[in-house]
């Protein structure tokens, strides 16, 4: 059995389940401390952000909104995607990404590897101080992953496993040591490296139910009201200058709908939309902008690869043909987003291979395949020569967009003669028999993807990952693949791993464990403020982003 990596098993079935229950809802970035505020909220924290137009830059707030509440929030037991995302605006991870997605200088302003891929030197912007004043070493950084390996954090299960070991070679140069080359290391470190505060750490001895918000990060934390709002304040000492406004202020809204009377209102400045809003009637508000960034989400059909029919690679080939992915997109997300070939979104430009085969809608073509593939329909319904007939079900969580894909499905099959049993279940049920026991014939689902694919490629689809409360659910076995991602993870370089994430995605299209549907589009809403910025995954809600954005006012 190979090496794994990235983050503990337990962390990514958790990401999973929350991906696949809130595919239709803006994402959740929003969170709890057991900290002290910093300083009194604004006044106009209750959402009049964009009524802020007279104020000067350094006193303005920018108002934005979000759909849940978090569950928790440390930056070394954070829950959810939700908790990460604003962690990160309080606390820097040593490396960043660019508008690729690829390593960009963070808390290091440069780094060297050696030439085995096992040896990692960074090398620390030295002005970096944390929001106490006290200045950021190497040995913040040292202490950071001694920290993670010491209390085994399941986010940061398989990093901490990964390092060897680390040293402070000096104030602000830090060596480190991997236990095998893994060239995904730097993004792994973008995705979840928040570095912390040695001073402070050093006395949390029981950092599962114990935080603390003093960071590094372009934002300082002022107070949270449980279900009403969460309130930022710009970091005046940022060592990359202090972003444009004062005050962030995150709202919760209860609905989508109360949430788009808020911007309509002008009491927000920037939302993201929910995949398949109709954006007709926020084009009647000039002050509006309608932003499109990229993103990393994909949207599949998963079939269980070792229970009839579908332990027919021709079967499934056949089926991915009879599908109309752009009628799923038109309709079921009101064509936003675009149709699917590989298992990597274009968003992750550098790691996506456009040439990857993408099953056009074809139902001649399906029939033929079903054909070639032992079965015959003489009477209206697909049976091979032991008797058995083309038909199953289709279990999916009761909410959108899986319905609305679902009965498209089942009308498109039904008219190549293929009967396909709908199940609708709660997300827990769905959870349950989906990644814990496998017990199901096909099934859809979502992924946010990392930076780093392998992340994603190693738990979807490496053999050893296929068995109960696995997220290989397709149960996909396939001895080529499983060599190419044992190779993929060991390289020692970006391009050395690029070319094995390409000959996996070729491999995974041939034989077809999950039908490609759509990638996801990430569409924000933008008023009062100008000069945004996305980068994939994130979209607009990246550090970079709101040191870049400004007042319009």
Known sequence: MGKKRGIGRTALIVIVVVIVVVAAVAAVVLMTN???????????????????????PSNATLTTGFFEDVTSLSPVNWFTISDLDVLQLIFNTLVEVNASGLPAPGLAQSWTVSNNGMTYTFNLYHNITWQDGKPLTAQDVVFTFNYWKKYHFPYYAALSALIQNATAINNYTVQVNLVHPDAGFLLDLADLGMIIPQHIWQNITNPFNQSNLIGDGPFQFVSRTPGVDIILKANPHYFLGEPHFKYLVIKIFSSVDSALAALESGSVNMLELPEGTSLTQLSSYPSIHIV??????????????????????????????????????DLAFLKQGSVANSVISPALSYWYDPQVKNYTYNPSLAVQLLKEAGFSNSSGQWVNSQGQQLTFTLLIPNQAPWIEIATIMQQELGQIGITVHVQAVDPTTWENIVIGTHNYQMTLGSWRLYFDPMLFLEPSFDSNESGPNGLNFAVFKNSTVDSLIQSAIYSPSLGTEKGYVYQIQAAVSQQVPWIMLAYGQDIWAVQGYTNWQGVPRYGLWYYTNFLSITPTG
């Open 34 to 56: 057991t900290g002290k505020p910093t300083a009194s909220p604004p006044s106009n924290s209750t959402g009049t952000g964009a009524g802020t137009g007279g104020s000067s």
């Open 292 to 329: 499109d960034t990229p993103s990393t989400m994909i949207y599949y059909i998963s079939m269980n690869t070792q229970t009839f029919p579908f332990n027919n690679t021709l079967v499934r080939q056949a089926i991915a043909y009879a599908i109309n992915k752009t009628a799923i997109l």
